[in-house]
């Protein structure tokens, strides 16, 4: 089982919760649901996969990203960088979206 973030939702500028996709070995998306980062962390500390994943829209798929670490103040990350919180703003942006 892989998960994979693809999306967030910011409140104060900040983000707040995560879209993740849960994928089996053959790659079918088992299930899709917002987790907040404690949830992610929580992933990670059992040993289980996670990254991140945009949509090519020219090529119609999916473009696996970055594997998603966590520092020791329990903060996401993508790369090593100077920010303190986590870098993971770069996905799609569902705050302002209306559904």
Known sequence: MKYFISGILKE???ISKYFVQTVNESGVV??????????????KEHGLEVA?????????????GAEVTVTSAKH???AQNDSPEDNL???????????
């Open 12 to 14: 104060g500028g900040k």
């Open 30 to 43: 088992l299930s899709s649901a917002w987790m907040v980062e404690e949830q992610i962390v929580d992933l």
């Open 52 to 64: 991140t994943i945009t949509w090519d829209y020219l090529k119609k798929e999916w473009v696996m």
């Open 76 to 78: 996401l990350r993508t």
């Open 89 to 99: 703003g770069n996905l799609l942006d569902y705050t302002n979206m209306k559904f």
